[in-house]
């Protein structure tokens, strides 16, 4: 505890020391990674590239693809796609961009050297890359992937000359790329960044300063008192407190589901399907988000939130039925209940502490004992990459990035994750067949049965789409959080 007291001391004073204001944004974590633009599409650490890096495409507040480095695309076969990239980017070192950026990317990501990187698993299509010009690239996919252009949307690039000298762990610390911002300074509770003098898509801010703060009390705290601008991951509660005060509190619905994932390859109760659907029953969800998430969200019963590509609307979520839940519980063999361990982390999302302890009392109602463990925030993430949880369930995001469909929302829960928690080898084989349709028709069709595969057999215990609640001074204009992962940074400004 003294230890973060003084990490929070040590970053507030650098706040205080700050001469040309920057926009302040306070994260309850920052990127274990740095700022290594190959390490993983999702947050934290895509918050934290999107300010330095671009990708070839990007999704609008739509979800549909934009050029971004690439100002065009065509399909030249089942495999192979051709990228033009946009003329007259420079990066922050001067270099111009030219296919190299992108074929040193993809070369790496396909390489054996970045097993360790979350981006080769979230991209696993990707076989390799050649230019045919300075400004014209070539990628080859390992099988049909209609998607390619949805799947770049997560990959930023970052300088190849810097990338080859410095090496990946350096390059982390010394990140040279194309966006708005350019690194000044890394320490491990304030990250400092300028606006890049030479962005093809400058910010009007004068710089930028990313924070970690760990409880969100702090991070509500630093609005109220003027020293930040931005807080992420925040709860209803602390909205209400920084719109009573004059600022913003903006709540909306990430393109990802939350849930309780069960670790599958452990035996014990929860390998039967029954009793999954038990869970699910048994926790009236409804009761948790307009108790302790404002109403905010809806819940699910299925892979995909709305708006994500494979979304089926005909899929109802699991209804509240603790008398169904301990039929189906009896008919498993476990009447009298059973007891299973959930590991967690608390103060990553809004009010999860409480939430864990509605679900663990729900699940007592039908005899069911769900003890927590609680886990620090790196702890936690780190056990996620290596699935090393020693408990039989976590609480995880079903993740939509970066292709915004659900194939890659089950991705992580199938058998094609390197360390998977859930396996069933015959749903693979329809993975695949969605993922590799051209037939748009046939395409949607196939993401549905999957979509039903999932609830059917239900992995998790499927609770809502992802809210997120951000708090915004009101010193900032033209705030905009694209689909929850890039911050539109060329379009904010702080007011005087």
């Known amino acids: 505890m003294k230890i973060w007291r003084g990490a929070v001391i040590a970053a507030m004073a650098l706040i205080a020391d700050a001469q040309a204001e920057p926009l302040r944004i306070a994260v309850d974590i920052l990127p274990p990674s740095l700022a290594n633009p190959y390490r993983t599409s999702l947050p934290p650490t895509v918050w934290t590239n999107a300010a330095m890096f671009d990708a070839l495409t990007r999704f609008d507040e739509a979800g549909k693809v934009q050029p971004s480095l690439?100002?065009?695309?065509e399909k030249i076969d089942a495999l192979t796609w051709r990228f033009k990239l946009r003329d007259g980017v420079r990066f922050h070192n001067g270099e111009p961009l030219t296919s190299d950026a992108i074929?040193?990317?993809i070369q790496y990501i396909t390489s054996d050297d970045a097993i360790r990187e979350g981006l080769k698993r979230e991209i696993g299509i990707l076989k390799g890359a050649r230019a045919i010009d300075t400004l014209t690239v070539e990628i080859t996919t390992t099988e049909p992937t209609p998607l390619l252009p949805r799947y770049m949307t997560g990959m930023m690039f970052g300088e190849p000359k810097a990338w080859r000298a410095l090496g990946r762990d350096e390059f982390a610390r010394k990140p040279v790329g194309t966006g708005p911002f350019q690194m000044n300074e890394i320490t491990n509770n304030v990250w400092k960044l300028s606006a890049a003098k030479n962005a093809w898509r400058p910010t009007k801010l004068e710089g930028l300063e990313v924070i970690a703060l760990p409880e969100a009390s702090t991070r509500t705290s630093g609005i109220l008192a003027g020293r930040l601008h931005i807080a992420m991951s925040l709860s209803p509660d602390n909205l209400q407190v920084l719109e009573e005060a004059g600022n913003k509190g903006i709540g909306g619905v990430d393109p990802a589901i939350f849930g309780i994932s069960f670790i599958l390859f452990k035996k014990g109760p929860l390998q039967d399907v029954r009793v999954r659907r038990a869970l699910n029953m048994a926790v009236n969800r409804q009761r948790i988000v307009d108790a302790l998430l404002g109403g905010a969200t809806v819940l699910t019963g299925q892979p995909a939130a709305r708006g994500v590509n494979g979304y089926d609307a005909a899929i109802r979520p699991y209804p509240y039925d603790p008398a169904a839940a301990k039929k189906l519980l009896s008919e498993a063999g476990y009447a009298k209940g059973f007891t299973f361990v959930m590991d967690a982390a608390t103060g990553i999302d809004a009010n999860d502490s409480a939430i864990y302890q509605q679900v663990q009392s729900d699940l007592r109602e039908i005899g069911v004992t769900m003890e927590i463990r609680t886990i620090p925030a790196v702890q936690y993430y780190n056990a996620l990459r290596a699935t090393e949880f020693?408990?039989?369930?976590?609480?995880?995001?079903?993740?939509?990035?970066?292709t915004l469909d659900v194939t890659r929302s089950v991705l992580a829960h199938s058998c094609q994750r390197m360390l998977p928690w859930y396996?069933?080898?015959?749903?693979?084989?329809?993975?695949v067949a969605a993922r590799t349709e051209f037939d748009e028709a046939k395409a949607v069709d196939l993401r549905h049965q999957l979509a039903r595969h999932y609830h059917d057999q239900a992995p998790a215990l499927f609770m809502y789409e992802s809210p997120t609640f951000v708090g915004v001074s009101s010193r900032v204009k033209n705030y905009k959080l694209i689909n929850g992962t890039h911050y539109a940074f060329n379009e904010m400004e702080l007011a005087k």
């Open 70 to 73: 690439a100002v065009s695309w």
């Open 103 to 105: 074929v040193t990317g």
């Open 423 to 431: 396996c069933d080898t015959g749903v693979t084989s329809l993975m």
């Open 390 to 402: 020693s408990g039989e369930a976590f609480p995880v995001d079903w993740q939509s990035w970066p």
